[in-house]
């Protein structure tokens, strides 16, 4: 089964980033919780309008207690619960706040797939299904790769179905081959006979 249709579950600091456009995960396989402080009353009508969307794949979790990481600690749990019961699935946390790499690369490391994203509009999935050129469609295809710590293709056909699983099969095989051919060409990935080598960092070469 393709990355992109793995449950993503998106977990959004509300007491850091308020202001998101969740409209942009409509119709793709994410769940999304929304976790606000213990003394946030209000949320924008036009978040709780775009959630409603949603049904029961979003949902508002109040935190209990204040404190500086109080809101940090109660994703980092959700985190861990879902990973239990969810083992294969994707988990994305919408934050500014730089204290949650650790947790991640903790997280990684572990190969439970994480990753922390600044805003949705940054979420990878969402990138590669608003890419509109060329070029763009390579750039997120090359980021995606580059963050994943196992399940990279290992073969040219592989390779060509992850493309295609990656952009919900909307590909045409024409555009395919031009995003194949410029990550080649970028030094992203190489290919001999079938087999396909990654650039050591994961990206192409400065």
């Known amino acids: 089964m393709g990355q992109g249709l793995k449950t993503n579950f998106v977990l959004i600091d509300f007491e850091n980033v308020q202001s998101q ?4 995960l409509g119709g793709r396989p994410f769940k999304i919780k929304v976790f606000v402080g213990a003394n946030q009353t209000k949320v924008p009508l036009q978040t ?5 969307v949603f049904g029961s794949d979003a949902e508002y979790v109040q935190i209990d207690g204040n404190g500086s990481n109080a809101l940090d600690f109660h994703i980092a749990y959700y985190i861990g619960r879902l990973a239990v019961e969810h083992p294969d699935a994707h988990f994305h946390v919408i934050s500014k706040d730089t ?3 650790p ?3 903790h997280l990684r490391r572990k190969k439970i797939s994480c990753q922390r994203s600044a805003s949705v509009s940054d979420i990878p999935l969402v990138k590669i299904a608003n890419s509109n050129t060329i070029s763009e469609k390579v750039d997120a ?3 995606n790769l580059a963050k994943r710590n196992t399940g990279k293709p290992c073969t040219e056909a592989t ?5 295609k699983a990656l952009f919900g099969g909307k590909l045409s095989e024409a555009d395919a081959d031009a995003v194949l051919g410029e990550l080649l060409g970028r ?3 190489a290919i001999n006979d079938g087999k396909v080598s990654y650039h050591p960092a994961g990206a192409p070469p400065a």
């Open 21 to 24: 456009d969740i409209t942009a």
């Open 48 to 52: 709780a309008s775009s959630l409603q």
């Open 99 to 101: 204290g949650f790499d």
């Open 103 to 105: 947790l991640i690369s």
């Open 141 to 143: 295809v090359a980021s």
């Open 159 to 163: 390779l060509r179905s992850t493309i």
């Open 187 to 189: 030094g992203v990935v």
